[in-house]
């Protein structure tokens, strides 16, 4: 779902910054540019800035998070979409862009419930080939299918990951820290899109491993244990907290970064409640602890929360809160802001 405007704050202080979306170069990739000298690991991350925590500094300065954030796929080939949105193909230009107008954040989101490639040609009129888009997850996909079939090491060309998906990944963000943009990334997308078309469901997969309902990418199998059960569901997980901790481990040592747990947690339709999907945002916080930096140059983690217990001051560890949908009384407006 694309959101048009985000304005950010930290919890339970605010910083004013309207939230945006494109990408970054390391690597050689499709629209890859000159990368910059500087090397990423000399600058400290974006924090709350130690005069006012009101507010994040950056490189010294305060920080002024402006941008849009409906372009949160810069890190994946779109052919169709290049003169509509951020795509691999045209990050640098759009980086160059959102630089000379002053933009400084966007918005990147990581692991799908979905499959925006297939989404998007199921849209389309009449539909398109129901094929995903290349490299959209940081899963391998075959022959129709994705493989969940992930194997937890250090190295991540040992885990089975898509590794092409992680080096468009961070040519993106490096691109970003070139730029001086904070990257917003989100590390998980649980309740956008048609979630039977995506990388989790049983049908799509290699032996059928998966979620066994749209819920469980964002909640226990089991809600009152706190625990998945099912053969199925846990190797999904495995999957799912290796994609996320090399995630961390690759994009560590960029301090433009700031680590989002899930677009939107709480505003699930059905299934789950805010606290249930609150308790396992609480897991992957801890997930991203152990694979970030050590405290002073570890990261800010976010929380997308909307209502009572899903804030991120119901998170520990977590130093951000965002959210979506606020409305002006006054103006009589109401939008996809964040505040």
Sequence with gaps: MHRPLRFFTTSPLCVGAFGLVCSLLFLPAPGSSQSCATDPETIAPIAASPTNPRYLAYKGKTAALIGVSHEYTCHILQPERNSLYCTLAN????????????????????????????????????????????????????????????????????????????????????????????????LLDPWDGEWSLGPFHVANTVGGIGFGAKRQFLSFENLSTKQDVSDPVKKARTAQRVAVTHLVQRLKKYPNVIWEV?????????????????????????????????????????????????????VPYATLNSLHYASNSAAGVYGAIEL
């Design 91 to 186: 990050y640098p230009t759009v980086f160059s862009t959102l630089n000379t107008r002053k933009n400084t954040v966007i918005r990147l989101w990581a692991a799908f419930n979905h499959s925006p490639g297939r989404d998007f040609q199921a849209r389309k009129s009449p539909p398109g080939p129901d094929v995903p888009f290349a490299n959209e997850h940081p899963f391998k996909y075959a022959n129709g299918k994705w493989d969940l079939n992930v194997v937890d090491s250090p190295d991540i060309n040992l885990t089975n990951l898509n590794v092409t998906y992680f080096n468009n990944l961070e040519a993106v963000v490096r691109e970003a820290f070139c730029k001086d943009i904070i990257v917003e990334l989100t």
């Design 262 to 314: 899930a677009n939107e947690a709480d505003l699930m339709l059905s299934g789950v409640t805010p606290a249930q999907v609150t308790d396992f945002q609480k897991t992957v916080v801890g997930w991203i602890r152990a694979n970030d930096n050590p405290f002073p140059r570890n990261h800010p983690i976010m929380v997308n929360g909307h209502q009572t217990g899903a804030f991120a001051w119901n």
